[in-house]
C-alpha cells in the first residue's frame, strides 16, 4: 500500500444528479426513448461531475478520499449483480458468456410481465429503500458484472483515483432473504464461506488495475439481528480474516459501519487486519479507551458530520470528540456519519428560503466542507477556532428565533390527558360503523392517491407561476377528482378516493399548509431507483392555521353516495420523511403535528366524511436499530398516532396505511394504533405479512395489498384472486379488504385501470367463492 488513508473524505455522495439527471435519463431508457449507450453517457458525466465537485470542495483528487459510490438503481442491487447472487427464478437472465448486462439488472429491480421483481424494504432506519437479493442453497456465485473496474477506469482517465464501495459480505447476506427454493429455516448467512473466494477475486483484480483502497459497507454491524450476536461476530471475524489477508495482492480496505454504534462488535472488526476502520461518532459515542486500543495501526475514520440531516454541524462539539480519539489511536480521518445520499446537493440552490433559516443549514456541499475543516483540526487543535465561534453565532441564532418556540403550541401540547390519547372499545365502534358504512364482505378501496398525469402537473405548475387564477386552477382539479370518482364507481369501488390531484407530494403538502415548515425547490432525494422526493423541513412549533384537506374532500364527496375516505399524512411519517429540528425529542415535535392533523379530522367528520384514512407508511422506518432503544420510540410514535385520531367519533372509520417494512417485528405496535382499517404492502412479498397477522391475533380490519404498484407491471385477476384466496386462509374474511400496496400516484392511467379492474374482478370471484362455502 503506497497511499495512507486520507485525512478528510465522506462515506458517499448524492447520486441522482443536481436536477435529476440520472431519474430522467433513466426512465428515459425504460421507455424506449433513448439507447443503453445514451443512459450510459449520461451515468458517465454525472460521475465525473460528483468527483469534479467534491475536488473543488475541498477532497484531493489521488488520495482516494474521494468514493465510487454511485448506482444506476440500488447499491445492494449492484452487489448481487457483481457476484452473480440471483435466485432460480432470475436464471434466465444471464448472458451467454455469464454476465448480468443492463437489461438484467433493471428486471430484477422492476420485474417483467411473468414475474414480480425483487422484495423492497427500507434500509436501516432512513427512508432509503432497498432490493432485497433472493439466496438459496444452490445459488452459484459468480463475477457476473464489471461495472466496479469500469468505474475506476472511467475515473482515472479523467483524473481522480476514486474508492470503489461495495455492500461487505456479512452485510449483503443479512440484508438477503431466503430464495423460494431454499428449504424451511434456511439462512443466508450459511453461505459466507462460499461467497468470500468471489470477494477476493474481484479484490486482486481492483489491485490489478491499480486501485489502493476500496471500500467495503458493513452498516448491518450496527443494528440487532434475527440470529445471536455472537454468529454474526464469527461472521465478520471469518470475512475479514480472508479479506484482509495478502496485503500485497489487494487493494488496502476500509469497512464502514453508519447509521449507529458497533457496540461489543467494534474490537471484533478492529481486531481483524483491515486497515481502516469507520466508525458512527455523530450517532453512537466515542468509544472506550479499551476498544480504541484494538485498532492498532487500522486508521481510525471518524464520522463527525451527521450524514443523515441537513442541520449545520456543532463544529466545536466535533471537535472536542476528534480530539478525545486523536489522543487514543495513531492514524485518524474525518468523515460522515453516513453516505450523503440521504441529502441534496447544495443549500446554495435554495435562495428564496429566508436567509436566517438558510445559514442553519448544511446540505451534501456544505457537509464536505465540514469534514475538511474539521481535518485541519488533526494534529493542530486551534487551527479551526475561527470556524468554530462562527458556527457558535449560528446555532444560538437558531435556537432564540421566532417560531421555534411558541408558548400556545407547547402550552396545549402540555395540557393533554390520557384520554386524548384514547377512542374507547372497538366492538363499539365496529357496530357503529357497520350501520352507518354497509359496506359488503372483502371491500376493496386504494390508498389514495391515482396517476399524476401531465396535464395535472403542468396545472400546478402554471398555477404556482401565476400563469393560472386560483379560480381555473382549482377548476382544473376539481375536473380531475370528477374523473377519477367516475372511474372509481365505474370499475365498482366500494370506499373512494378523491385522487390527491392537487398535492405535490403526501408530505410536502401538508408542510406547505402548517406553521413550523419550509420547503426547498432543488432538495431532491433518492427514495428508490429514479423516485426522489424532496424532504421539507420542520424547524419550528407545529399548528394548523387553517383546514387543507377538507374542500377538496367534501367536493368529492358530493359527487358520489359511496364512502369517500378523507386522506391525511400521520404524523410519523410527516417527520420521517422530512429533515426534522433536532433541538427537542422527537416525541414532542410529532405530538405537535398530531395536535395540528386532530384538528383536521375534526374538521372532515363536521364536512360529513365518515372514513378518514392516516397515512403511516413510514412507522417502521424511524425504529431504532438495537432492541434496547426501540419501546421508547414505539410507545412515543403509537401516541402520536393515536392523539392525531383519538377525536374520532365511533361511527367515523380510521384507516391508517403501512408500507414496504418487516411488519412481523412492529406488530404489536400496528395494533397498538388502533385503527379500524390497516392496509399493508404484501404483493411484493407474496403475502408474508398474513402469517404475522394470524400469530399475532390481528382482530380489525386488514388489507393486504394485492397490486404491487411499485413495478409497471400489471397483476392479472387470477393472480389477485390468489393472493386474495392466501390472505382468507390465514385471516378471518370478515376482516379483510382489498387494495393496492400503496398509492398510484406514480403509475399511468392505462395500467392502474387494467390492474384495478383486475383487482375488482378477482375481488367478486372470491366473494362469491366464500357465499358458496357457505351455503
Known amino acids: 500500500m503506497s497511499t495512507a488513508f486520507p485525512k478528510a473524505t465522506i462515506i458517499g455522495y448524492p447520486r441522482i444528479g443536481r436536477r435529476r439527471e440520472l431519474k430522467k435519463a433513466v426512465e428515459a431508457y425504460w421507455a424506449g426513448r433513448t439507447s443503453a449507450a445514451e443512459l450510459e453517457t449520461t451515468a458517465a458525466e454525472l460521475r465525473v461531475a460528483s468527483y469534479a465537485r467534491l475536488t473543488e470542495l475541498g477532497l484531493e483528487t489521488g488520495n482516494y478520499s474521494i468514493p465510487a459510490s454511485f448506482s444506476l438503481y440500488d447499491q445492494v442491487l449492484d452487489t448481487a449483480v457483481t457476484f452473480g447472487a440471483v435466485s432460480n427464478r432470475f436464471k434466465d437472465l444471464y448472458d451467454a458468456d455469464g454476465s448480468l448486462g443492463l437489461d438484467a439488472y433493471f428486471t430484477l429491480a422492476r420485474g417483467d410481465k411473468e414475474r414480480q421483481p425483487l422484495e423492497m424494504t427500507k434500509w436501516f432506519d432512513t427512508n432509503y429503500h432497498y432490493l432485497v437479493p433472493e439466496i438459496g442453497p444452490d445459488t452459484v456465485f459468480s463475477l457476473a458484472n464489471d461495472w466496479i473496474l469500469r468505474d475506476v477506469a472511467e475515473a482515472a482517465a479523467a483524473g481522480y483515483s476514486v474508492r470503489p464501495t461495495l455492500i461487505g459480505p456479512v452485510t449483503f447476506l443479512l440484508l438477503s432473504k431466503a430464495a423460494d427454493e431454499a428449504p424451511a429455516g434456511f439462512n443466508p448467512l450459511s453461505r459466507l464461506d462460499d461467497l468470500l473466494p468471489l470477494y477476493v477475486e474481484l479484490l486482486g483484480k481492483l489491485a490489478d488495475a ?26 465478520v471475524e471469518r470475512a475479514y480474516a480472508a479479506l484482509a489477508t495478502n496485503a500485497a495482492k489487494r487493494p488496502a480496505i476500509l469497512v464502514t459501519s453508519q447509521y449507529g454504534s458497533l457496540g461489543s462488535l467494534l474490537p471484533v472488526i478492529a481486531g481483524t487486519d483491515i486497515d481502516a476502520l469507520h466508525i458512527d461518532v455523530f450517532k453512537g459515542a466515542v468509544p472506550a479507551g479499551e476498544d480504541l486500543a484494538k485498532f492498532g495501526s487500522t486508521t481510525l475514520v471518524a464520522g463527525l458530520v451527521d450524514g443523515h440531516n441537513i442541520w449545520k454541524a456543532d463544529l466545536g462539539a466535533a471537535a472536542y470528540k476528534l480530539a478525545e480519539l486523536e489522543a487514543s489511536v495513531p492514524a485518524l480521518a474525518v468523515s460522515t456519519s453516513t453516505s450523503l445520499q440521504h441529502v441534496p446537493h447544495d443549500v446554495g440552490d435554495e435562495q428564496q428560503l429566508d436567509a436566517q433559516l438558510r445559514s442553519w443549514l448544511a446540505f451534501a456541499d456544505q457537509k464536505v466542507t465540514e469534514v475538511v475543516t474539521l481535518a485541519r483540526a488533526i494534529g493542530s487543535p486551534g487551527a479551526i477556532d475561527a470556524e468554530i465561534a462562527a458556527t457558535d453565532e449560528v446555532l444560538a441564532s437558531r435556537a432564540g428565533a421566532a417560531g421555534v418556540n411558541r408558548a400556545e403550541v407547547r402550552n396545549r401540547a402540555a395540557a393533554l390527558t390520557p384520554s386524548d390519547f384514547s377512542r374507547g372499545d372497538y366492538a363499539v365502534r365496529l357496530a357503529a360503523q357497520e350501520d352507518a358504512l354497509n359496506l359488503p364482505a372483502l371491500p376493496t378501496t386504494t390508498i389514495g392517491s391515482f396517476p399524476q398525469t401531465p396535464e395535472v402537473r403542468s396545472a400546478r405548475a402554471r398555477a404556482n407561476k401565476g400563469d393560472l387564477t386560483a379560480e381555473q386552477y382549482e377548476q382544473l382539479m376539481k375536473d380531475e377528482i370528477n374523473r377519477v ?6 370499475l365498482g369501488f366500494d370506499v373512494l378516493v378523491h385522487g390527491e390531484p392537487e398535492r405535490n407530494d403526501m408530505v410536502q403538502y401538508f408542510a406547505e399548509n402548517l406553521d413550523g415548515f419550509d420547503v426547498t425547490v432543488h432538495g431532491w432525494v433518492q427514495s428508490y431507483g429514479s423516485r426522489c422526493t424532496r424532504p421539507s423541513i420542520l424547524w419550528g412549533d407545529v399548528s394548523r392555521p387553517a383546514p387543507i384537506t377538507v374542500p377538496w374532500t367534501e367536493y368529492a364527496q358530493s359527487l358520489t353516495d359511496k364512502p369517500v375516505k378523507g386522506m391525511l399524512t400521520g404524523p410519523v411519517t410527516i417527520l420521517a420523511w422530512s429533515f426534522v ?45 438495537r432492541t434496547e432503544d426501540q419501546s421508547g420510540y414505539l410507545e412515543w410514535s403509537v401516541n402520536s398516532f393515536k392523539l392525531s385520531t383519538a377525536s374520532a367519533a365511533p361511527a367515523t372509520q380510521i384507516h391508517t396505511h403501512l408500507c414496504y417494512s418487516e411488519f412481523g417485528a412492529i406488530i404489536d405496535a400496528i395494533d397498538g394504533l388502533d385503527a379500524d382499517v390497516t392496509s399493508i404492502e404484501a404483493a411484493r412479498s407474496r ?48 376482516q379483510l379488504w382489498v387494495n393496492p400496496d400503496c398509492g398510484l400516484k406514480t403509475r399511468g392511467y392505462t395500467e392502474t385501470e387494467e390492474s384495478l379492474r383486475n383487482l375488482v374482478n378477482a375481488t367478486v370471484a372470491v366473494r362469491s367463492q366464500l357465499e358458496a362455502s357457505v351455503s
Not at 370518482?485 to 365505474?490: A, K, T, V
Not at 433536532?582 to 366524511?609: C, F, K, M, S, Y
Not at 404498484?709 to 390468489?722: D, F, K, L, M, T
Open 581 to 625: 429540528r433536532d433541538d427537542q425529542p422527537l416525541g414532542d415535535t410529532a405530538n405537535q403535528v398530531a395536535l395540528a392533523l386532530r384538528d383536521e379530522v375534526t374538521d372532515l367528520e363536521a364536512a360529513g366524511i365518515k372514513v378518514i384514512q392516516v397515512d403511516e407508511p413510514a412507522l417502521r422506518e424511524l425504529l431504532p436499530l
Open 485 to 490: 370518482i367516475d372511474l372509481q364507481e365505474e
Open 210 to 235: 491499480g486501485v489502493e483502497w476500496v471500500q467495503l459497507e458493513e452498516p448491518s454491524l450496527v443494528a440487532d439481528q434475527a440470529i445471536p450476536e455472537r454468529e454474526v461476530a464469527a461472521a
Open 687 to 734: 403475502m408474508e405479512v398474513v402469517h404475522d397477522l394470524e400469530a399475532h391475533g390481528f382482530q380489525r380490519g386488514v388489507g393486504p395489498g394485492v397490486y404491487d404498484i411499485h413495478s409497471p407491471r400489471v397483476p392479472g385477476q387470477e393472480e389477485v384472486a390468489e393472493l386474495l384466496e392466501k390472505a382468507v386462509q390465514h385471516v378471518p374474511a370478515r
